[in-house]
């Protein structure tokens, strides 16, 4: 059996954070969750639907690794990011990094790990690995699944292999201090980190390449949400999973806009900013809001009502207003 001391295994609430936080807390570093989603430049917004699609799909955050790239980025990181087709190498890879001392991220398919409570395919999933022995790996995933965790090494070599929307080859990931540079220590952030973070972000969300993006998403969304009685197969099913999908499944509620609005709050009391604190501001009424238009689609598919449907638009109206002028305000930082 190998398995690395001192690993802090502390489940929060995003998977990805999750990972990153026992990564970084082997450094030495050790940041709230919130900073972390921050740092990463996490927070955005897709509406995306298709014909192979059984109902649509909403997101509150950029894509599978985008976040660990920010924050390695934003921290100064040396990202060593490994994928392959062959298990056998996939294997050597992560093995290699726990033998010499390292945690590895890992992203795979959830539905395969023996722990997961939720059967469903999800191929961005991310975990932390700190150890295996001749039948099991050890890892660390979200509190949601259980913190410090065990699966067969058998199904982890499945949910590594799986294909599909959003899965990697076999990906497994470490990160160290880049050549001479030293790693922040402790519990803080120095300004200049913070300030990039906040404002590529902004950049981001203002300026989608597409429609179905940033704040031109949210108001689609407002849009389209009004059909989804007639859009899904079965609605009693499909809208009450839709907002679980952005209260509980890993997002820390509201579509992951109270773990932005709680990074807005720890870098508010790092820096004397008006633009700062009107983007605070905003995002925590935008969180409210967020809660209420799941509550909404989820009474939609209870009750087979459209005017919750037709208020969850509306209020969707209103939360692409509210964002798009928080992170103008927060786009401003840098001036």
């Known amino acids: 059996m190998t398995t690395l001391e001192h690993i802090d295994a502390r489940g929060t609430q995003h998977c990805e954070t999750t990972a990153l936080g026992v990564l970084l807390r082997h450094l030495g570093l050790d940041l709230s969750e919130p900073m972390l989603f921050g740092l990463g ?58 033998d010499a001392g390292h945690p590895v991220g890992l ?83 120095p300004h200049q980190r913070i300030v990039p973070a906040i404002t590529a972000c902004a950049q981001a969300f203002l300026n989608p390449p597409i429609a179905n993006l940033g704040h031109r998403g949210i108001e689609k969304a407002g849009k389209l949400v009004r059909t989804w009685l007639q859009r899904a197969d079965d609605p009693r099913r499909d809208l009450p999973q839709a907002a679980l999908l952005m209260e509980k499944a890993g997002t820390g509620g509201a579509l992951f806009r109270n773990l932005y609005r709680d990074f807005l709050a720890e870098c508010a009391d790092l820096l004397d900013s008006g633009h700062l604190r009107a983007g605070h501001a905003l995002y925590a009424e935008a969180a409210v809001l967020w809660t209420e238009v799941a509550v909404l689609i989820e009474k939609a598919g209870e009750s087979g009502d459209e005017q919750c449907l037709a208020r969850a638009g509306s209020v969707l109206g209103e939360l692409a207003r509210i964002e798009r002028e928080a992170m103008q305000a927060l786009s401003r930082l840098g001036e």
Request: glycine residues 10%; neutral net charge; without cysteine.
């Open 107 to 189: 992203q795979l398919d959830s539905y395969y790990l023996d722990y997961f409570g939720s059967k469903v395919h999800f191929g961005g999933h991310v975990v932390a690995m700190y150890g295996y022995d001749d039948h099991h790996a050890y890892l660390v995933d979200t509190d949601q699944q259980g913190g410090a965790v065990s699966t067969s090494l058998a199904g982890l070599a499945r949910a590594r292999a799986a294909r599909g929307p959003m899965t990697a080859r076999h990906r497994s990931f470490t990160l160290t201090a880049a050549g001479d540079a030293s790693v922040p220590h402790g519990r803080t952030v």
């Open 41 to 98: 430049s996490g927070l955005s917004f897709v509406y995306w639907d298709g014909k192979n699609m059984d109902f649509p799909f909403l997101g509150g955050r950029v894509k599978p690794f985008e976040l660990t790239r920010n924050l390695a980025t934003t921290l100064g990181l040396e990202l060593l990011d490994q994928e392959t087709a062959s298990p056998r190498r996939a294997w050597d890879n992560v093995t290699a990094a726990i």
